[in-house]
Antibody
Framework: EVHLVESGGGLVKPGGSLRLSCAAS????????MSWVRQAPGKGLEWVGRIKSKGAGGTIDYAAPVRGRFTISRDDSINTIYLQMNSLKTEDTAVYYCVWSGLFWFASWGQGTLVTVSS | QSVLTQPPSVSAAPGQKVTISCSGDTSNIGSNSVSWYQQLPGTAPKLLIYENIERHSGIPDRFSGSKSGTSATLGITGLQTGDEADYHCGSWDSRLSAFVFGTGTKVTVL
């Protein structure tokens, strides 16, 4: 069974930075495409970005609202992906989910970590 | 900034059937597959349907998906109180080069 555990969420001021981590188990991690999806309080789901496996080119794609501010990376040696978030805005407040991705779907989700951007 | 449109809510009595629509355009649903997710209150979403019609592992056949043109539909038959949840559709958008989700639909069992 795939198990994803996010960490690193918390309260940060506008303009600040935060790095989220996601530890994965139960899957062949170096072959896995991984994504981040967020959900603002009381709102719908919003895709943040995706990192493909190195075997698939390691391409990273981002949603327009976070492009240039957020960076996704992976460390296959410890089955972990990261989301570095810079220049945070109040509208980035959300629960951030780490997700094991298929080509066009999201197969397994972590429990989520809450990021609150507020002064 | 949802690109896919879903009805805000649907409801039916236990044992009945509900359908949830997901409307997009030629750059997303019209040219890429659709997936569906169930989000029970206070929990993370769970994959129900991928590739328009394929049920994810462990998902009962009470849940079904279909797609026609630029719209997709999730059907739930034999409705149970445990099906009360938010349901989200999603698809890759080739014009945006991004994955887009629907606005979400709340299912209520009367």
């Amino acid at each position: 069974e795939v198990h994803l555990v996010e960490s690193g969420g918390g309260l940060v001021k506008p303009g600040g930075s935060l790095r989220l981590s996601c530890a994965a188990s139960g899957l062949i991690f170096h072959d896995a495409w991984m994504s981040w999806v967020r959900q603002a309080p009381g709102k719908g789901l919003e895709w943040v970005g995706r990192i493909k496996s190195k075997g698939a080119g390691g391409t990273i794609d981002y949603a327009a609202p976070v492009r240039g501010r957020f960076t996704i990376s992976r460390d296959d040696s410890i089955n972990t992906i990261y989301l570095q978030m810079n220049s945070l805005k109040t509208e980035d407040t959300a629960v951030y989910y780490c997700v094991w991705s298929g080509l066009f779907w999201f197969a397994s989700w972590g429990q989520g970590t809450l990021v609150t951007v507020s002064s | 900034q949802s690109v896919l449109t879903q009805p805000p809510s649907v409801s039916a009595a236990p044992g009945q059937k509900v359908t949830i629509s997901c409307s997009g355009d030629t750059s997303n649903i019209g040219s890429n597959s659709v997936s569906w997710y169930q989000q029970l209150p206070g929990t993370a979403p769970k994959l129900l349907i991928y590739e328009n019609i394929e049920r994810h592992s462990g998902i009962p056949d009470r849940f079904s998906g279909s797609k026609s043109g630029t719209s997709a539909t999730l059907g739930i038959t034999g409705l149970q109180t445990g099906d009360e949840a938010d349901y989200h559709c999603g698809s890759w958008d080739s014009r945006l080069s991004a994955f887009v989700f629907g606005t979400g639909t709340k299912v209520t069992v009367l």
